[in-house]
Every structure is written in C-alpha cells, then in structure tokens.
C-alpha cells in the first residue's frame, strides 16, 4: 500500500548540513498498524512527512496505491492527500472553532453541503465518544478529548491511511492506553492502515503489528512485533536495539562473561518463547530429561497484544553431549536459544 524507495533528505543551513534520512526503503502493507521508533532526532518525522509530502524527499520514490507521490500534479497529490489523514502530538486544533467545526473543516474546505457533512461527521462523533461536547472548544477538553477530536477530524475525508506522529507522547499512561485502543478499534473496524510513530515502547507493544527501530536516519530494525520481542533475529542487535528490548545482560554476567570456550566454563543461554510454549515445563525438562544444572538469573514474562512472551537468562551445567541434546530439544519447541557466552564455573553462584 505504501512503499519507500531509497529516501534521502538533508537539511542545509549556514554552518551545517544534517542528513535527516539516509537512503530509506520501507513498505507497509494495507490494514496493518506499523510502529516507527527511535530517540528524539532520529528523523522519525521527517520520515513520515516525507510519506505524505508535506516534505520533499531530496531523492527517492513514495509509492502509495502504486502512484509515484513525486510525480504528480499539485491537483493530483492534494486527491492523493485526501487518503491519508494525519494527527499529531499537540493536537493541531484551530482554538476560535467548536468540536463540530474543527472536525467539519476538512469537508468544509472541500465545499461539500452541510447536510452531508453532517452526515459524515455525526458517526465519527459517536466513535470519538464526543457526542458531549460538540459545541465546546479545544480549551475546555482534556488532552485525550483533543487527541479524539484531532482523530475524528482526521477520518472525515475517509482516508486509507492514518499517520500519527508521536500522537500520545503528550497523555498521561491511562489516556495513551485509551487512545491506542480506539487507533486499534478504527483499524479492525473501517480496516484503517496506521502508520504510528513513537518513543515510546509501550505504545509499539500495546498495538504495533511490525515495528522498525530508526537510528542516524536509518532504518536499524524491521520486524514483526512479537519475533522483535522474541528475540528472534540471524543477527546480533545494537545497543539501541538492545536497549529498546529492554533486555539488558545482567551486571553480574559482564565482568565475568567470554566468548571463550574453556575448560570449566558454563554456557549462558537466553532462552526466549512464546505463545503456548511459556506453559512448557523448560527447566523441569532441561534437568530430568538431559541431567542439565540450570541456574536462573534473569525471568520475565511480556504480554504483547495478548501473547505472553517470556525471556530468560540461564546458566547451564552438564556434559557436552547432553547440553546439545538439551538444545535440539529447545529448538524444536520453537524456543529460540541464543548463547551469549561462557563464564568461569561458580563465578556466579556459590560453590
Ligand atoms: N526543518 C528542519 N530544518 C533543519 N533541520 C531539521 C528540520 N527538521 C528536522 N531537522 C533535523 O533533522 C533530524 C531529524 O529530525 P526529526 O525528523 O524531527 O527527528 P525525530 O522526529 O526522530 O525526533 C534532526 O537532526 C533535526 O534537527
Ligand atoms: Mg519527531
């Protein structure tokens, strides 16, 4: 639905060039919700201005429903901008106007009668839960109320595609749970694709189907948001990666941890399951089955959109023989096992 083909933008003032986005591809398929995330400066916004072209990318294509965005006319990109609705950290309502107004104004701009914007708007009112407030203005809502109203006046010209930049980094926790909920209901229910940028990782967990972590205006990661918190990757993560993982190696293993096999030397392993498998018995299995000695120094379990996600991080003792065996048998359940290192037998626990 859309695609991004080796985009770059710089910005050029007196003393200094900044590269905002350095060659990013991308494409992001309909009715799915996509999650961008990365610090502040990333390019995060640029990014998703340059989706909808209110920036121009220096080079590059913007596909959106196989149209190239860079070469069409004013007349055709402004129709094209119809299909993509926006909304924003600080709501971007117009103050001197009331609720029905403000969610009225796209249509309005558009010169359409009243009665059928009426029509238009009356459910998006209902959906918003603004049915209260439609003559109050921007002032006299909360935070939450704005960010509906902002939604609703975003979904009037009927678009396929809902950009949100940063559109909850200004709610309390309870507000931002209640605004990603009615972002979930509007895609399942008017199959509504969003494309969602955050800081935040809560908010990619709570609703994010695929996730892609920016970095120097580069894409670092893209993946599908439960292998992400899995842990399922062929390669290894960098640290903004990590640290968005939220996993960081225990203190305790750094100082002690190689990558060095050697005599006496224990494995560490990150364990990281899903789904069903969280009910497997591991370690009941791991020490009965194949006589391996598990010592457990990190546990948790994550519940993503409803999946239970769990990593942990473990010592293990045996026989090279059934420390493999142990393995497969990991592996087989569909466990991802990763060893991070080795470390001294007993440097970590008393012997
Ligand atoms: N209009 C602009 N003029 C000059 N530099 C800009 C402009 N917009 C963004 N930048 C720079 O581009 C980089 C990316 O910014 P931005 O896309 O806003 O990142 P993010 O949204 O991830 O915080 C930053 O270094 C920022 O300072
Ligand atoms: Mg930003």
């Known amino acids: ?129 603004l049915e209260q407030r439609v003559e109050n203005y921007p002032a006299q809502l909360s935070g939450g109320q704005k960010q509906r109203v902002a939604i609703a006046r975003a979904l009037a010209t009927k678009p396929s595609v809902l950009l949100c930049d940063e559109a909850t980094s200004a709610l309390d926790p309870e507000t931002t749970l209640s605004i990603l909920q009615l972002l979930q209901k509007i895609n399942r229910d008017m199959n509504l694709t969003i494309i969602l940028i955050t800081h935040e990782m809560d908010v990619i967990k709570q609703i994010c189907h695929r996730i892609a972590v920016m970095e120097h205006g580069k894409i670092i990661k893209e993946q599908d948001t439960i292998e992400f918190f899995s842990h399922v990757s062929s390669e290894a993560d960098n640290e903004v990666v990590e640290s968005y993982l939220q996993q960081e190696i225990p203190e305790l293993l750094g100082s002690v941890m190689t990558q060095q096999v050697a005599t006496d030397t224990d494995p560490i392993w990150r364990i990281c399951f899903q789904g069903d498998a969280v009910s497997l018995p591991l370690v009941t299995t791991l020490v009965n089955n194949f006589q391996i000695e598990v010592n457990i120094l990190q546990a948790q379990i994550d519940y993503i959109q409803g999946i239970a996600v769990g990593i942990m991080i473990v010592e293990v003792a045996g026989h090279d023989a059934q420390l493999k065996e142990g393995l497969d048998y990991l592996r087989q359940q569909q466990i991802t096992v990763e060893v991070l290192g080795y470390v001294p037998r007993n440097a970590i626990r008393p012997a």
């Open 1 to 129: 639905m859309i695609e991004i083909h080796n985009i770059k933008k710089s910005y050029v003032s007196r003393s200094k060039t900044v590269i905002a986005l350095d060659n990013i591809s991308l494409s992001v398929k309909e009715g799915e919700i996509f999650g961008i995330i990365g610090r502040s400066g990333s390019g995060k916004s640029t990014l998703i201005r340059c989706i909808n072209l209110l920036e121009k990318p220096d080079q590059g294509q913007v596909i959106f429903n196989h149209s190239n965005l860079m070469s069409l006319s004013d007349a055709h990109l402004r129709q094209a901008r119809q299909q993509m609705g926006m909304i924003f950290q600080h709501f971007n309502l117009l103050a001197n106007k009331n609720i029905y107004d403000n969610i009225a104004l796209p249509l309005r701009i558009k010169k359409m009668p009243e009665k059928e914007i009426e029509k238009i708007i009356m459910p998006l009112i209902q959906l918003t839960d």
